[in-house]
C-alpha cells in the first residue's frame, strides 16, 4: 500500500499504551444488567445501536500488507477514540508502527510489540490525557455494548474458513476458522448484528462485515481479544504539552 496516498501523522503524537486483553465474546452475568425487562431480546429491542461511521469517526478501509492486521486494527481503534476526543477526524500511520515492531527485539506485529512501542516512544504527550478513574470489568455482553457506545473496539476473530474469505454481505452467522488469527475493528452495532471494519480492501460490503449477535455465533467467532485503551468519560485531550504532567490511562479488563 501506498502510504503517502493518505494524509498521516505519526501515532506517536498522540497516544500511550493501549493493548490489552480481554475475553470475547464477553461472558454473562446473570441479573447485572437484566433487572427491568424479562429478556434480552427485549433490550436489544429497545436499543436501535451506534455506528461510529455515522459520526465521523471512521477513517476508509485500509488494504493491509502482509501479516499486519493487527497493527492496522490499533491504528483504527486509536483513530476513533482521537475522533471521538477531540472532534477531529486524522489517519494515523500504520507504517510508522509497521517499521518499528519489524525493529522490535520480539519481532512480529503483536499487540506486546505495539505497547511497547508506546512505552519506548511515548505515543501521547505528557498531560495531553488525564483520568483518575478506575477501570471497570468487561463480565457480560452490555457491558461490552457500553464501551463500543463509548468509542470503536479492537477484537480478534477466527478468519481461517472460505465462507469468511468469500463474504460479500449480508448478516453472517458463520462458519468459522478453528483457530483466531485475526484482527479488526468493531466500529458499531445495531439489534441483530454487530458492525466489523476489516481490513482487506473492499472485501465483504466496502470492506466491512455484519456479524450476527446472536450468542451462538458470537461465542463461535473468537476465543480470545485484545481491545484498544477505553476513553475515559472525563478524560481531556489538550494541546500537546498542556497539562499535567501525570496521566493515567484506563484498560478494559475482566476479573
Known amino acids: 500500500m501506498d502510504f503517502t496516498k493518505c494524509k498521516e501523522v505519526k501515532m506517536m503524537k498522540y497516544l500511550t499504551k493501549f493493548s490489552?486483553?480481554?475475553s470475547w465474546p464477553p461472558t454473562s452475568v446473570k441479573g447485572q444488567y437484566v433487572r427491568s425487562v424479562t429478556s434480552i431480546q427485549q433490550i436489544r429491542d429497545k436499543d436501535p445501536g451506534i455506528d461510529w461511521r455515522t459520526r465521523g469517526a471512521v477513517t476508509p478501509v485500509q488494504y493491509q500488507l502482509g501479516d499486519?492486521?493487527?497493527v492496522y486494527a490499533a491504528v483504527a481503534a486509536v483513530e476513533g477514540i482521537y475522533q471521538i476526543e477531540t472532534r477531529k477526524l486524522v489517519k494515523f500511520s500504520e507504517d510508522d508502527v509497521i517499521r518499528?515492531?519489524?525493529s522490535h527485539k520480539n519481532g512480529g506485529y503483536t499487540a506486546s510489540c505495539i505497547s511497547q512501542y508506546g512505552i519506548e516512544y511515548g505515543f501521547l504527550p505528557k498531560g495531553q490525557l488525564r483520568s483518575k478513574n478506575k477501570c471497570p470489568p468487561i463480565s457480560s455482553e452490555w457491558s461490552f455494548i457500553d464501551q463500543l457506545r463509548r468509542q470503536p473496539l479492537m477484537v480478534s476473530i477466527k478468519t481461517g474458513h472460505k465462507d469468511i474469505e468469500n463474504y460479500s454481505g449480508g448478516i453472517y452467522h458463520?462458519?468459522?476458522?478453528?483457530?483466531?488469527?485475526h484482527e479488526v475493528v468493531v466500529v458499531g452495532y445495531t439489534p441483530d448484528y454487530y458492525i466489523l471494519k476489516n481490513s482487506w480492501g473492499d472485501w465483504g460490503e466496502d470492506g466491512y462485515m455484519?456479524?450476527?449477535r446472536d450468542a451462538k455465533v458470537v461465542k463461535s467467532s473468537s476465543s480470545g481479544a485484545e481491545i484498544a485503551r477505553q476513553r475515559s468519560s472525563d478524560s481531556n485531550f489538550?494541546?500537546?504539552?498542556e497539562g499535567d504532567d501525570e496521566h493515567s490511562q484506563r484498560h478494559l479488563s475482566l476479573p
Open 20 to 22: 490489552k486483553h480481554v
Open 68 to 70: 499486519t492486521c493487527v
Open 210 to 212: 455484519k456479524l450476527s
Open 100 to 102: 518499528h515492531c519489524l
Open 238 to 241: 489538550d494541546q500537546p504539552g
Open 174 to 181: 458463520g462458519p468459522f476458522g478453528p483457530k483466531t488469527d
